[in-house]
């Protein structure tokens, strides 16, 4: 019987034991586990790339929005914020376009003060920021190409391009028919750039010829 009793308290024991040495890993375990989580967080954060011309952009786009309901105050902030993106963006990737970029955002500078007279309708700051965005369109796109081999760069090249294609046709005046060519052959040729191989190393050529007379008519426009 004592035995059976020490056999018992011993079954007791055990499960006891393992259940505190099981808290203790897991207290010790936890905060680790936390901690390699939140650095996992920051590090895939940190590794997200932040276009910073692409947000600039869509505070333009959130400003025409704000005016056209009649939010002068948002309007006010969301265009000078996009300003201040299109200014950072010239100085930070600066190419042939830069001269034209900062002259759009001095244009929509000097549209601010219309904003509280109520005298700056939606379609008139629509148009400016049209071209501002072409103007950033262009910049982004000539840093590309000026960066060497597009190969691999599909992706990039064909939100540019469609950031262009976006900011023309809202553009009266411009030749639609051509644009509208120049941009189709462009997109067509730049989604074979992430293809690898020999069909990129065939594309690159054609790519660069194409966006280069995309870039020669949107500094027409300008």
Do not use: C, W, Y
Not at 138 to 162: D, Y
Request: avoid cysteine; hydrophobic fraction near 45%; proline fraction near 3%.
């Amino acid at each position: 019987m004592k035995s059976s009793i020490r056999f018992s308290s011993g079954m007791l024991l055990l499960p006891l034991s393992l259940f505190l040495v099981t808290a203790g890993v897991a207290q010790t375990v936890t905060p680790l586990v936390q901690a390699s989580l939140a650095t996992g967080a920051i590090s895939e954060v940190a590794l997200i790339p932040q276009d910073s011309s692409s947000t600039a952009t869509a505070h333009l786009d959130s400003a025409v929005a704000a005016l056209a309901k009649g939010d002068k105050t948002t309007t006010t902030e969301e265009l000078k914020t996009g300003i201040a993106g299109l200014e950072a963006e010239a100085e930070r990737k600066p190419t042939s376009f830069k001269t034209k970029l900062l002259a759009q955002a001095s244009k929509l500078k000097a549209l601010l003060p219309l904003i509280p007279t109520g005298a700056l309708g939606s379609g008139l700051l629509g148009k400016a920021v049209d071209l501002a965005k072409l103007a950033s369109g262009g910049n982004k796109l000539e840093g590309l190409l000026a960066a060497g081999s597009l190969i691999g760069k599909g992706s990039q090249l064909t939100s540019s391009l469609s950031g262009i294609g976006s900011a023309l046709s809202g553009l009266s005046g411009t030749s639609q028919s051509t644009s509208q060519s120049l941009l189709s052959k462009a997109l067509s040729t730049v989604s074979k750039l992430d293809q690898g191989g020999l069909t990129a190393k065939a594309a690159e050529p054609a790519a660069k010829t194409q966006i280069s007379s995309l870039l020669n008519l949107v500094k027409g426009v300008l």
